[in-house]
């Protein structure tokens, strides 16, 4: 069973930094395209980002809107994906998920809510 | 970016035919496929893959759900509905980068 697991949200200051992590099972995590997603609240989806598999070089690809704000990275002996985002607004106060696949998102985690505020 | 627009919500009554539709400024089509997706999303849960590549009905999905078009415009059909399908609705494309999603349509019961 596939299995995507969030972890690190909480709430972050105003031009601070986090650090998210998503635990994969259930696949052959190397061969995936993985991505993180946010949503906030009442709002549609906004991607984020992805990082390639294995045989594409594990390269990543980033939404202009948030880039240079964000690293996506894999660990392939651990099966985690991990988001980096800094300098963080209100406005990045969302829903974020870790999802599998490229073109269309077939694998979800349950998501991991980050509230940026003073 | 291509922007994909649908409508905010959609009623119709039990066991009804549910049309929603998803349009985007640019052609989605590439080399015989179009790289349009569909979802379902019920409060507090992550969004669940239905259709892919328009018309392709994912793993587990009730056939009760479809999908078509091409091009700029497409739509999902549930027939019939149920209760279970209370929901909001998003399409997301895939033809460029960044990917990205419609504005979602929630789906009510009459």
């Known amino acids: 069973e596939v299995k995507l697991l969030e972890s690190g949200g909480g709430l972050v200051q105003p031009g601070g930094s986090m650090r998210l992590s998503c635990a994969a099972s259930g696949f052959t995590f190397t061969d995936f395209y993985m991505n993180w997603i946010r949503q906030p609240a009442g709002k549609a989806p906004e991607w984020l980002g992805f990082?390639?598999?294995?045989?594409?070089?594990?390269?990543?690809e980033y939404n202009p809107s948030v880039k240079g704000r964000l690293t996506i990275s894999r660990d392939n002996t651990q099966n985690m994906l991990y988001l980096q985002m800094n300098t963080l607004r209100a406005e990045d106060t969302a829903t974020y998920y870790c999802a599998g696949n490229d073109n269309y998102f077939d694998y979800w985690g349950q998501g991991v809510m980050v509230t940026v505020s003073s | 970016d291509i922007v994909l627009t649908q409508s905010p919500a959609l009623a119709v009554s039990l066991g009804q035919r549910a049309t929603i539709s998803c349009k985007t400024n640019?052609?989605?089509?590439?080399?015989?496929?179009?790289?349009m997706h569909w979802y379902q999303q019920k409060p507090g849960q992550q969004p669940k893959l239905l259709i892919y590549?328009?018309?392709n009905l994912a793993s587990g999905i009730p056939a009760r759900f479809s999908g078509r078009g091409s091009g700029t415009d497409f739509t999902l059909t549930i027939d019939p509905v149920e209760a279970d399908d209370t929901a909001t609705y998003f399409c997301q494309q895939s033809r460029n980068l960044p990917r990205t999603f419609g504005g979602g349509t929630k789906l009510e019961l009459k």
């Open positions: 990082i390639r598999n294995k045989a594409k070089g594990y390269t990543t």
């Open positions: 640019q052609n989605v089509d590439y080399y015989g496929n179009s790289y």
């Open positions: 590549l328009a018309s």
